[in-house]
């Protein structure tokens, strides 16, 4: 069974950092992946996708330039690197294998397996 636990959420400062967990049951390096993130009463939105070989990466608008998506075959975890965080980060973070192996993107009906996610708050 292919399953996902995110860590690494907390309450951080505005200009802040984290860095969030995706352990895999499973051998990931014959997967893609992708986070995700949810705010109260917003859809879920795509913010960083990583290919299988890992030499892929996209980034959403919102997040580029301040968070690193990548991920280590060997311990089956992937991260999210996260740095100069905001308010508008806030969310609770998921992580989710594509549908179909070669897909990169960050469509979210193009992802299955979530995880329970874990919780980010941006705040003084």
């Known amino acids: 069974q292919l399953r996902l636990v995110e860590s690494g959420g907390d309450l951080v400062q505005p200009g802040g950092s984290l860095r969030l967990s995706c352990i895999a049951s499973f051998p990931l390096e014959y997967y893609g992946l992708a986070w995700f993130r949810q705010a109260p009463g917003k859809e879920r939105e795509g913010v960083a996708c990583i290919s299988i070989k890992g030499d892929r990466t996209i980034y959403a608008d919102s997040v580029k330039g301040r968070v690193t998506i990548s991920k280590d075959n060997v311990k089956n975890t992937a991260y999210l690197e996260m740095n100069n965080l905001q308010p508008d980060d806030s969310a609770v973070y998921y992580c989710?294998?594509?549908?179909?192996?070669?897909?990169?993107?960050?469509?979210?009906?193009?992802?299955?397996?979530w995880g329970p996610g874990t919780p980010v708050t941006v705040s003084a």
């Open positions: 989710a294998l594509p549908i179909y192996t070669d897909y990169v993107g960050l469509g979210r009906h193009q992802h299955d397996h």
